[in-house]
C-alpha cells in the first residue's frame, strides 16, 4: 500500500514563504510522475504543477513563484513557495501517477496566507 507524509504547511503572511514535502513509501518512486494540486473552500481542485519525462509545467498564476522538484533517492517531492498571496489559501496534495491507472495521493496538508 502506498503511504505518503506530507508535511510543511502552515499560516503565513502574505510576501512569506512556505516548502511543502511529500514523502512516499512502499512504492518505486522514481518511475512515477509527481504533481502538486490544490483546493480551496467550495473551489474544485486544481493542478499547481508537475514534473512530467523531466519537463516542468506551472499554473499561470503560480509560475515564477512556485518551484517543484524531487528527490528520487529519497522518495520525496517538494514545492517551494515564495511570495505567497492570499489566493494560494488551499489545502495542497502531492500525487504521483504513471501510466496504467496507477494514481496515488497524499492526504493534504493546509497552507493559509493571511495577515
Known amino acids: 500500500q502506498v503511504r505518503f507524509e506530507e508535511s510543511g504547511g502552515g499560516l503565513v503572511q502574505p510576501g512569506g514563504s512556505l516548502r511543502l514535502s511529500c514523502a512516499a513509501s512502499s512504492v518505486i518512486f522514481s518511475l512515477y510522475h509527481v504533481r502538486w494540486y490544490r483546493q480551496a473552500p467550495g473551489k474544485q481542485r486544481e493542478l499547481v504543477a508537475h514534473i512530467t519525462n523531466g519537463v516542468t509545467y506551472y499554473l499561470d498564476s503560480v509560475r515564477g513563484r512556485f518551484t517543484i522538484s524531487r528527490d528520487d533517492a529519497r522518495n520525496m517531492m517538494f514545492l517551494q513557495m515564495n511570495s505567497l498571496k492570499p489566493e494560494d489559501t488551499a489545502r495542497y496534495y502531492c500525487?504521483?501517477?504513471?501510466?496504467?491507472?496507477?494514481?496515488?495521493w497524499g492526504q493534504g496538508t493546509q497552507v493559509t496566507v493571511s495577515s
Open positions: 500525487n504521483i501517477w504513471k501510466t496504467g491507472n496507477y494514481d496515488y
